[in-house]
């Protein structure tokens, strides 16, 4: 395994970060990011957003190679957080009532949103009403005092904040550097309809989901919301390669984000030693990980989403709801989460597997 290891790094990671001062158009959309992250942090702070973490993962996630193509992904953002928190707003409150409630809603809420992921031409908006839903449901089981309605805001103010950043930087990005190094054009999204086997995969989500609750009950896991997300986030596999059965697509994510929350959590972990609670150091060290992280997402072939999960690992760590209260606790129960989220995925995928092979094929 390590001998593995060792040869995935040298082959695919190390040639990436050899490229990593080369001007053209992958270092703009390096630099883009880098810089729409610092502008969110500060926007974030600036209007007292919670989750100053999320603002920048906003400002990192919607960026695209033109400022139109930004702009679309962040209205999608906006759309999304808003519907999913509505129906957070109708639905919680009710739900966390009792354990079995909340599990069926956490179930029913994060399978549609990740069918509409799978499926429609607007998928970005339903992936982020699944999540903000899941967000604000685990929130509240974890703290039953949280307000809600300010939670749901707040929620709201993040991405507005990172989507503001990002479509900032993009523009600037459009009318100067990138008429030089223009981006690679866009794939235009497409609408699937009806899908047996991702309303199967996104059922799959849906159970793995419901299991959230009663773990938190149960051992009181804290930042449980960030295993939710993970849920979702990779069991996002194109249709064409789901079949009977997600688990080999799925397993191959998993093992991404893995090693890119390793890589990511490592480097994070050595800049929180240096920084010993200095800010700038912080910032400095949030840049340099995301350079990293984007440089490593656009290689290309098998590593961009290691490269997405590398950057995750970045934020959840080292931005901090405020630079005068820096602790690694919140930081290493995220990533924790991030990894039960992993460990809960698989077994439901490999029940499903096994059970499958034993199913008659449906006829097409």
Not at 162 to 188: D, H, K, M, N, Q
Not at 191 to 217: K, M, S
């Amino acid at each position: 395994m390590q001998r593995r290891l060792t040869q995935f790094f040298q082959s695919r990671v190390g040639r990436a970060l050899s490229t990593f001062f080369t001007p053209g158009p992958r270092m703009i959309d390096e630099l883009e990011c880098v810089a729409s992250v610092a502008l969110a942090i500060l926007l974030a702070h600036t209007i007292g957003a919670k989750s100053v973490a999320w603002a920048a993962f906003t400002g990192f996630v919607l960026m695209r190679g033109h400022v139109a193509q930004t702009l679309l992904r962040g209205l999608l953002r906006i759309v999304g957080t808003a519907v999913g928190a509505g129906a957070a707003l109708l639905i919680v409150p009710y739900a966390v009532r009792s354990l079995p409630m909340a599990s069926l809603a956490a179930a029913v809420m994060g399978a549609i949103g990740l069918y509409g992921m799978l499926t429609a031409k607007r998928a970005y908006a339903w992936l982020l009403l699944g999540l903000t839903f899941e967000l604000i449901l685990l929130d509240t089981l974890e703290h039953p005092a949280l307000d809600t309605l300010a939670f749901a805001q707040t929620r709201l103010l993040e991405v507005l904040a990172g989507t503001a950043a990002c479509v900032g930087v993009s523009l600037i990005s459009t009318l100067t550097v990138r008429r030089r190094w223009p981006a690679p054009p866009a794939v235009p999204a497409q609408r699937i309809g009806w899908h047996r086997d991702a309303a199967r995969h996104a059922a799959q989500a849906g159970v793995t989901l419901a299991l959230l609750p009663p773990l938190h009950a149960l051992f009181g896991i804290p930042q449980l919301a960030q295993a939710s997300v993970t849920v979702m986030t990779v069991m996002i596999v194109p249709v064409a390669r789901l079949g009977r059965s997600g688990l080999a697509p799925v397993s191959k994510r998993l093992w991404h984000r893995a090693l890119g929350c390793i890589g990511g959590g490592a480097l994070a972990a050595a800049v929180l030693v240096v920084a010993h609670g200095s800010a700038p150091v912080l910032i400095a060290g949030t840049c340099l990980g995301v350079a990293i992280g984007r440089h490593i997402e656009n290689a290309g072939g098998r590593v961009p989403y290691l490269g997405l999960q590398f950057t995750l690992a970045i934020l959840v760590t080292l931005v901090p709801d405020s630079y005068a209260e820096v602790a690694i606790r919140p930081a290493l129960e995220r990533l924790t989460s991030i990894f039960i989220g992993m460990a809960l995925i698989e077994p439901v995928l490999l029940v499903w597997h096994f059970a499958s092979r034993r199913m008659p094929a449906a006829a097409s």
